[in-house]
C-alpha cells in the first residue's frame, strides 16, 4: 500500500497452489456442458442495496466497507459464498471480491468499467478476448435470475464458476 506520505507497505499471505489452470472456467458453456469440478460451484447472491460507485470501488484499495457490508447483508463471511453488487442505476458492477462475468448469448458478458467497477482481471480476460463488455443496460439486477450462471474472477483465486441463489 501506499501511504499519503509515500511510504510503501507490502502485505504477503501464503495461497494454496493451482490444481488446475486458472482460467479453465472461461471456456465452459453452461447451455452444452456439465462444469467440472461442480462441487466446487459457489452460491452467489445478489445484493439487497445498491452500493454507490466512488474512488473507493474503482480503485484497488483497503477501503473496503462497502464490500463488507454487502457480504454483511447476504450473511456471507467465506470466499466459498460471493454477493454481487450494482450501484445506484440498477445496473452490476462486480461481486465483493471477483470480477463477474455472466452466461449470455453464447459469451462470458462483464459489465463496463462505466458502471463504477474495478478493472480487475477482466482487463486480461479481455485482451485474450475469453469475455466480452456489454452494453450497461444488458447487465442490470432484473436481468438476474435463480439459478443464473456467473464465473467470478481474481488475480489470488483465479476463475471460480458460481450460480445465482435468491434470497427470501
Given at each position: ?168
Amino acid at each position: 500500500m501506499l501511504s499519503e506520505a509515500g511510504d510503501v507497505d507490502i502485505t504477503v499471505s501464503p495461497v494454496a497452489p493451482f490444481t488446475s489452470d486458472p482460467i479453465e472456467l472461461v471456456y465452459f458453456n453452461p447451455t452444452t456442458g456439465v462444469p467440472p469440478n461442480e462441487g466446487s460451484t459457489v452460491t452467489v447472491f445478489l445484493d439487497s442495496q445498491a452500493t454507490l460507485s466512488s474512488l473507493f470501488t474503482r480503485t484497488k484499495t483497503t477501503q473496503r466497507v462497502q464490500y463488507d457490508e454487502a457480504r454483511g447483508r447476504a450473511e456471507i463471511a467465506s470466499p466459498t459464498s460471493e454477493v454481487i453488487l450494482f450501484n445506484g442505476d440498477s445496473l452490476i458492477t462486480e461481486a465483493s471480491i471477483s470480477s463477474v462475468f455472466f452466461f449470455r448469448c453464447g459469451h462470458w458478458l462483464t459489465p463496463s468499467t462505466s458502471t463504477g467497477c474495478l478493472p480487475g482481471s477482466q482487463v486480461w480476460l479481455l485482451e485474450k478476448e475469453l469475455v466480452v463488455v456489454v452494453d450497461k443496460k444488458q447487465l442490470t439486477t432484473s436481468k438476474i435470475s435463480e439459478g443464473d450462471w456467473v464465473l467470478l474472477s481474481n488475480g489470488v483465486q483465479g476463475c471460480r464458476l458460481g450460480r445465482i441463489t435468491v434470497k427470501e
